[in-house]
């Protein structure tokens, strides 16, 4: 299995000055009961209340249809994982929906932790789908990997009742993302995925 990212102090989302790498599995008993279910109307993406980020993303007529239905899911969780920090009375459902083992049991946990340390964000983590690779055949079923880069230089996090900025000083504001994207009961969704700090994500 791959190193799932937990968060030191708050939502493990990419914000590369706030998590840390980890294969520590989340207290179970401390976990939201939470579980993923078969998409419906109800668990469908959360519409934003301000206009989402629009990532940039692998051309789309040099991917077959798996290809292309894992780098929607992919654009999916980091929308959804924006607009569930920025706000605290958005469901988590969603989240859980989209993800998958150790990464959705992680995952929920953080953003219940972010919004029990009464923090919120400002502005958006950005993100680009660098490459999409090809399709193989995983223990469980159809993975495909996607190499995505965030960038989280023009939002902050803050304590919603001091207004004041909870984000380390001096962090870095890119991370490299290598995500599995698996096929599981027909539905696609971001499972083990790894992370690493770098300069700067691709123009």
Known sequence: ???????????????????????TDPDPTTTPTIVATTPTASTSPIKSPSPSVTPSTTPSATLDADQLAAQS?????????NELSRNPEL???????????QTQAIYVK????????????????S??????????QGDVGKVVVADVCTDNSAMDVI????????????????????IDVVEENGFWRVGDLTTTTVKGCPQ
């Open 110 to 125: 953080e953003v219940a932790d972010f919004r029990a340390m009464n923090a919120i964000q400002i502005g958006d983590v």
């Open 73 to 81: 899911v992919v654009n999916e969780f980091f929308r959804i994982s």
């Open 159 to 178: 304590d919603q009742q001091t207004k004041k900025s909870i984000l380390p000083k001096g962090g870095s504001t890119t991370i490299r993302w290598t």
């Open 91 to 101: 469901p988590l459902q969603p989240l859980a929906d989209i993800t998958t083992g």
């Open 1 to 23: 299995m791959r190193t799932a990212i937990t968060a030191v102090t708050t939502l493990a989302l990419g914000l590369g000055a706030l998590t840390a790498c980890s294969t």
């Open 127 to 136: 993100w680009i789908v660098v490459a999409v690779g090809p399709l193989t």
